[in-house]
C-alpha cells in the first residue's frame, strides 16, 4: 500500500449522473465539500482550477491545481504543485455497482521531500477531511 496517499470510499445510493453533476458543479462544492470552499475553472484536460482550501488544523491558502486526467462520470484527477519539492495528485472516483447504487472514493497522493512531510504531520486531519467530503457529497446527492 502506498503509504504517502490517503483515500476515503463510501457508498452512495444514487446514479453516477446524479453525483458527477454534482463535482461538475465547481461553483457548488462548498455545499458537500468543507475543503474545497471556492472552486472555480474548467474541467477540461489540461483545465486550470483555483479553489479556497481549507484544510483541517492549517490556514485558509489559495491553491492552484491542473486537470490531468476526467472522464464524465467516472473520474476527476487533478494535481497541485508547490513547488519542484511538493505536489499533490487529488482526484474523485465513481465506481458505478447498479442503476441508483455507485463508491464513491475521494483521494490525495503526496509526492516531493515536502509534500511526505506534509502527509506524515497532518495524515490524521487529512484523512478526516476527505471523510467529510464524501459524507457531505453522498448526503447531497441521495437528496439531502
Known amino acids: ?18 453525483i458527477w453533476d454534482l463535482i461538475a458543479d465547481l461553483s457548488g462544492w462548498g455545499r458537500w465539500n468543507p475543503v474545497d470552499t471556492d472552486v472555480r475553472g474548467a474541467i477540461a484536460y ?12 492549517l490556514p485558509e491558502r ?15 484527477v487533478w494535481v ?3 513547488g519542484f519539492l511538493f505536489q499533490s495528485l487529488r482526484y474523485l472516483e465513481i465506481d458505478e455497482v447498479g442503476p441508483e447504487n455507485c463508491i464513491l472514493a475521494a483521494g490525495i497522493r503526496f509526492s516531493g521531500l515536502r509534500g511526505e512531510l506534509f502527509h506524515d504531520k497532518h495524515r490524521p486531519a ?6 467529510a467530503m464524501v459524507e457531505g457529497l453522498k448526503t447531497l446527492a441521495e437528496g439531502g
Not at 46 to 57: A, F, K, N, S
Not at 62 to 76: D, F, I, T, Y
Not at 126 to 131: D, L, N, Q, S, V
Open 1 to 18: 500500500m502506498d503509504d504517502t496517499r490517503i483515500e476515503k470510499r463510501i457508498g452512495v445510493q444514487a446514479t453516477s449522473d446524479r
Open 46 to 57: 489540461g483545465g486550470r482550477l483555483t479553489m479556497t482550501e481549507v484544510w483541517p488544523e
Open 62 to 76: 489559495e491553491a492552484l491545481g491542473q486537470v490531468v486526467e476526467w472522464q464524465p462520470r467516472v473520474r476527476l
Open 80 to 82: 497541485e504543485r508547490r
Open 126 to 131: 487529512i484523512r478526516r477531511a476527505h471523510e
